[in-house]
């Protein structure tokens, strides 16, 4: 298109009777660079044009798949393979109730009752010295705990 | 007849850039989309068997930011109110910069009504013929006809007025 052309075809362009194939034609036209003098008022309107026509929407927000840490992965297996051996083998294991169940009998204690006489006189005479040894300890140590007080004080 | 995900792929930045234009707001924009994508993935099996499904989608999404724009219009006065809308401060040094320009046109853009704008966005930036904007809009050929004359021409007063280039 010359510059003749062009503005000729201005005219038309804004009288509002060009066809599209002329807009189309007269905005290569100002897009080439080489326009008349008489035409470079109008050429900010044709750049606004194309700059319009670029415009893009934002990139829509892509939803990434979330991968767990390897370290995680790995504690999350050996937990499970811990779990499964422990599910197999207590399968494997007899069950509780098949085990024969155990069952209180009364104690006989007249088995055990001394009925010899000398017998019953040394087990008499086991447990008295027992017990008086018990007993003599008692005064033994608070005795030796005042001593040590005593010597403490002077 | 192409899936919907194909679809969705190759519509998915048109209807954020109508959502986003007839808005003003990213976020706004985004919520937009997402919703019109939702309601129509449930109708999927109906929509791609339409004649022109991108034309089906931008429809819903026109009509959502169109609900949008209505539940804001009694906040958005209060906020008019507490904070009056800020001055472009641009001086007519810094309107050389390109960018600069191409910022005080799409103010200009904002400034326009959203059924002006809207015409404009989808003939402009999304090449589409006068019958796919009546689909989309729900607007009558002439008025489509008219926004976009008219909207044209309110770029062209701003540039000349502003001789942007000349200085």
Redesign the interface.
């Known amino acids: 298109m010359n510059h003749a052309q062009a503005t000729e075809l201005i005219e038309r362009y804004f009288a509002g009777e060009t066809t599209l194939e002329e807009e189309r034609s007269l905005k290569a036209y100002f897009q080439s660079g080489d326009v008349a003098q008489e035409l470079q008022t109008y050429a900010p309107l044709f750049a606004y044009w194309q700059q319009e026509a670029s415009l893009t929407a934002p990139p829509r927000p892509v939803a990434r798949r979330r991968r767990l840490p390897r370290w995680l992965l790995a504690a999350a297996a050996a937990v499970l393979l811990i779990l499964t051996l422990q599910i197999v083998h207590r399968q494997q294991e007899p069950r509780v109730s098949n085990f024969p169940v155990a069952q209180r009998q009364p104690v006989d204690w007249s088995r055990y009752e001394i009925t010899d006489e000398e017998e019953a006189m040394r087990f008499l005479k086991t447990v008295l010295k027992n017990t008086s040894e018990n007993l003599t300890r008692g005064p033994e140590i608070t005795i030796r705990e005042l001593r040590e007080v005593e010597q403490i004080l002077d | 007849m192409q899936t919907f995900a194909t679809l969705i792929d190759s519509v998915?930045?048109r209807?954020?850039?109508l959502a986003?234009?007839m808005t003003g707001d990213?976020s706004e924009a985004?919520d937009v989309?997402q919703e019109v994508l939702i309601r129509g993935w449930q109708r999927q099996d109906e929509i791609v068997r339409l004649d022109n499904p991108p034309a089906w989608l931008l429809k819903m999404t026109h009509n959502r930011a169109i609900d949008l724009l209505r539940s804001r219009k009694t906040r958005s006065a209060y906020e008019r109110a507490a904070a009056p809308d800020d001055a472009c401060n641009l001086t007519p040094h810094r309107l050389v910069e390109?960018e600069d320009?191409?910022f005080h046109?799409?103010r200009q853009m904002e400034k326009l009504p959203v059924d002006q704008r809207t015409v404009l966005?989808l003939?402009?930036?999304?090449?589409m013929?006068y019958r796919e904007i009546t689909d989309v809009t729900g607007l009558k050929m002439e008025q489509v006809?008219v926004y976009?004359?008219r909207g044209?021409?309110r770029?062209?007063e701003l540039?000349?007025k502003e001789?942007?280039?000349?200085r």
């Open positions: 998915r930045d209807l954020y850039r986003l234009r990213g985004e989309v390109t320009t191409l046109i799409r966005q003939r402009e930036v999304e090449g013929s006809k976009l004359h044209r021409q770029m062209r540039l000349l001789r942007i280039v000349d």
